[in-house]
């Protein structure tokens, strides 16, 4: 059974700076992409930025310049570093796999940019 943990989330002020990070446990042996998505209160889920293969991205209009996202092919991890946070960057953001044929979540992560 694969899992996706997620880590690095929390309070930060606007103009700051967070790392998360998304590891896959349990045995993957094909990973087709690898994305961050966010949701915020009364929202929909939408896609922040993607990666396919260790350099293809792609990313929201919104957190272009800011956002990059990155893995770990050896460790299965994905990494969104986050730049120059606004307040209305504030939401639960949640790691997407596309790996073994299936599509798999995380469980979320609070990011919350306010002073």
């Known amino acids: 059974q694969v899992q996706l943990v997620e880590s690095g989330g929390g309070l930060v002020q606007p103009g700051g700076s967070l790392r998360l990070s998304c590891a896959a446990s349990?045995?993957?042996?094909?990973?087709?992409?690898m994305g961050w998505f966010r949701q915020a209160p009364g929202k929909e889920r939408d896609l922040v930025a993607s990666?396919?293969?260790?350099?293809?991205?792609n990313y929201a209009e919104s957190v272009k310049g800011r956002f990059t996202i990155s893995r770990d092919g050896v460790k299965n991890t994905v990494y969104l570093q986050m730049n120059s946070l606004r307040p209305e960057d504030t939401a639960v953001y949640y790691c997407?796999?596309?790996?073994?044929?299936?599509?798999?979540w995380g469980q979320g992560t609070q990011v919350t940019v306010s002073s």
């Open positions: 997407r796999y596309n790996a073994n044929g299936r599509i798999l």
């Open positions: 349990g045995s993957i042996f094909r990973i087709d992409a």
């Open positions: 990666i396919i293969g260790d350099s293809k991205s």
